[in-house]
Structures are given as structure tokens and as C-alpha cells.
């Protein structure tokens, strides 16, 4: 439904068309309107059809045993004379527009309740958007804290930078580790990682007092600046293919990069 048709069943000029109050203008504009549209031809449908559903509803039969008491009286009346005529029309036009107006302000009640219906719905949309875009905001917030945080410590004096290169296990492999003794601190990029069969993974150790401590696997989808555990006094660092899921203990004859710490 287009907007123009949507405008004109919104403006209530076919609820004054049914109950003929409209002016000739506004007649001549409905009727070429129901003519034209067969969306305003159902809905004009529907409102009669609904005047005659609430006419019905509300009219009460008469017994049927005065039926002929009616009939006998109707014989004996007199005429009715012009004014009186024209009370009993007058009398009815005046019961007919009762009903309609009882008609239209059910409708007009109904519009308005759907219009403020929609109009909660459509603030309560509203308040869930300004809610995510506050999540976004404050989500984003967080990464720039976290960025501009790892951007210090990769310019600080006391960061050293280790670069890791793969042996012919892994040609490809390169890593760079940013460890500050003084904030107790460990990074690392992983700039390239060669992919790996599914059951297994690279793992990253620290060698402290002769031992390999696990410090975490690196993904193939971590190829990106990360934390890793500090570790104080370690002398370097290896990385190995371990098991899908990693190790408990480091298979040193898989070992595809290590070096020296100061």
C-alpha cells in the first residue's frame, strides 16, 4: 500500500462518506478514490459491512404474537400528516447518526490505541538501539583503551623485541615477542603461521630452571598482537607442533622456532 493510499484512509474522509456528512468536494475526492483503488473499494466494503454487523447486533425483533395487533392498528391509523412525516424521518435520520457516531468513535478509539501501540513499540526500538549503540561505544572504548595500552608498552625503553623465525618445519613462521622485565610484562605478534593438519597445533613455552612452562597455543586465527603469560627469569622461548588442544609437557623434537632471552 502506497503512502498516498495509506494518507487517505488515515484522514477519516471515508467514515464521513459513509455516513454522509462529507462535502461535495470531499465526495467527488472519495468516490474517484474507491473507484481508483481497489485497497479503499475493500476498506469502504469492510466499514459497511461492519455497520451492518453492529446494526444487526444492537436491533432487537419484536414478538411475534403483536405482529397482528400491528397490522390491525396500521388498518385503523389515520394518515400520517406531512409534519408528522417529517418528525418520524427526522426521528430516524437522528437514531441512524447515534449509531454511526457510536460506530466512529469505536473506530476512532481503535486508530488511536494502534497508533500508540505502534508508537511504544517504535520508542521501545529506539531505547534498544541508543542501549546497543552505548554497548558499541563503550566496546569500542575498551579496544582503544587496550590498543593505546599496548602501543606504550611496545614504545617503552624497557620493552625488548625478540623476532622468532621457523626452522624448515615451519619456513614460514614469524612471530615477534615484546617482553618488559620492568612492568612484567609479555606480547606477542604473530605475523605469519604456516597452517597445520586439524589434529594438531603450535604451542609456546618459556624455559625457566631447565623446564618448558606452557604459555598458551597460538592460532592459526590469533595472527594478531596478544598477551601471554609473564614470566619471570626465563632464559628463552620455544614454540612446538603439539597435539590438537596442546601438551602438558613440550615435544622439543617438534620444535619449529626458539631463541634467547637477555
Not at 112 to 135: A, G, H, M, P, T
Not at 169 to 193: G, H, Q
Not at 218 to 242: F, H, K, M, V, W
Amino acid at each position: 500500500m502506497n503512502e498516498k493510499i495509506t494518507t487517505f484512509l488515515n484522514s477519516g474522509l471515508l467514515e464521513k462518506y459513509l455516513v454522509g456528512i462529507t462535502s461535495s468536494a470531499e465526495t467527488e475526492q472519495v468516490e474517484s478514490y474507491i473507484v481508483k483503488y481497489p485497497e479503499v473499494q475493500n476498506a469502504y466494503n469492510t466499514m459497511q459491512y461492519n455497520l451492518e454487523v453492529v446494526s444487526k447486533a444492537h436491533a432487537e425483533e419484536a414478538p411475534r404474537h403483536i405482529l397482528g395487533n400491528i397490522l390491525n392498528e396500521l388498518d385503523d391509523a389515520p394518515v400520517l400528516s406531512l409534519k408528522q412525516k417529517k418528525s418520524y424521518k427526522t426521528w430516524h435520520f437522528v437514531s441512524f447518526a447515534a449509531s454511526v457516531a457510536a460506530i466512529l468513535f469505536a473506530v476512532t478509539s481503535f486508530v488511536f490505541y494502534s497508533q500508540n501501540k505502534k508508537l511504544s513499540e517504535e520508542n521501545q526500538v529506539v531505547v534498544d538501539e541508543i542501549f546497543d549503540l552505548r554497548s558499541d561505544i563503550a566496546n569500542t572504548n575498551s579496544k582503544l583503551d587496550n590498543v593505546m595500552q599496548q602501543f606504550k608498552q611496545l614504545n617503552d625503553p624497557e620493552t625488548y623485541k625478540y623476532i622468532m623465525q621457523g626452522n624448515s618445519r615451519a619456513k614460514n613462521l614469524k612471530t615477534v615477542a615484546y617482553i618488559n622485565p620492568k612492568e612484567k610484562t609479555s606480547m606477542i605478534d604473530v605475523v605469519s603461521l604456516p597452517q597445520l593438519p586439524k589434529e594438531q597445533c603450535y604451542q609456546i613455552w618459556a624455559e625457566l630452571q631447565g623446564k618448558m612452562v606452557s604459555l598458551g597455543i597460538l592460532s592459526e586465527t590469533d595472527r594478531q598482537l596478544q598477551y601471554i603469560p609473564y614470566t619471570e627469569d626465563a632464559r628463552g622461548l620455544n614454540i612446538t607442533i603439539e597435539p590438537k588442544g596442546g601438551n602438558t609437557t613440550a615435544s622439543l623434537d617438534n620444535s619449529v622456532a626458539e631463541i634467547e632471552l637477555k
